[in-house]
Antibody, heavy 119, light 106 residues
Framework: EVQMVESGGGFVKPGGSLRLSCAAS????????MSWVRQAPGKGLEWVGR??????????DYAAPVEGRFTISRDDSKNTLYLQMNGLKTEDTAVYYC??????????WGQGTLVTVSS | EIVLTQSPATLSLSPGERATLSCRAS??????LAWYQQKPGQAPRLLIY???NRATGIPARFIGSGSGTDFALTISSLEPEDFAVYYC????????FGQGTKLEIK
């Protein structure tokens, strides 16, 4: 059974940093393309960024609003995905989900972790 | 950047009725379109991929259709558990989601 569990969310002031983790199991993590998707309170879904699997070079891509501030990485030995968030803004307040599936769609999601950016 | 526009924003129907949700893309996405269902406090669930293929375990009452720029999700006969928010998502370039349609009980 595929399972993904996010952690690391919390309260942070504008300009601060936070690192989220996503512990995965039930599939071959090293080959999986992994994404972060966020959802601001009461709003829709927004893709944050993605890291490809080891066979595709583990390259990363980011959505424009987070480019240069957020960094996605992975530790295939620990089956864990990370999202390093720097220079946080109030508009980054959201539930952050890790998600995977095919290169096109997200068949598997974690339960999400809430990040609140406020002074 | 592709924009996905979902309509209506809210759809009020009764159990047993047929629901039709629309998703329009600002340019062609071929059939690279998925539909998700999200209930309060839960992660989204993949329903339909490649415009018309049901994901594993999804009931046959969920039907996806369309190609190019116009897509639809039809729920043939609403069950009480179908009342939720539905999102479309394209993958022709990056990953873009529509703004969602809330399906509520009338």
């Amino acid at each position: 059974e595929v399972q993904m569990v996010e952690s690391g969310g919390g309260f942070v002031k504008p300009g601060g940093s936070l690192r989220l983790s996503c512990a995965a199991s039930g599939f071959t993590f090293s080959n999986a393309w992994m994404s972060w998707v966020r959802q601001a309170p009461g709003k829709g879904l927004e893709w944050v960024g993605r890291i490809k699997g080891i066979t595709d070079g583990e390259t990363t891509d980011y959505a424009a609003p987070v480019e240069g501030r957020f960094t996605i990485s992975r530790d295939d030995s620990k089956n864990t995905l990370y999202l390093q968030m720097n220079g946080l803004k109030t508009e980054d307040t959201a539930v952050y989900y890790c998600a995977t599936g095919t290169w096109k769609y997200f068949a598997y999601w974690g339960q999400g972790t809430l990040v609140t950016v406020s002074s | 950047e592709i924009v996905l526009t979902q309509s209506p924003a809210t759809l009020s129907l009764s159990p047993g009725e047929r629901a039709t949700l629309s998703c329009r893309a600002s340019q062609s996405v071929s059939t690279y379109l998925a539909w998700y269902q999200q209930k309060p406090g839960q992660a989204p669930r993949l329903l339909i991929y490649d415009a018309s293929n049901r994901a594993t375990g999804i009931p046959a009452r969920f039907i996806g259709s369309g190609s190019g720029t116009d897509f639809a999700l039809t729920i043939s006969s609403l069950e009480p558990e179908d009342f939720a928010v539905y999102y479309c998502q394209e993958r022709s370039f990056w990953y873009t989601f529509g703004q969602g349609t809330k399906l509520e009980i009338k």
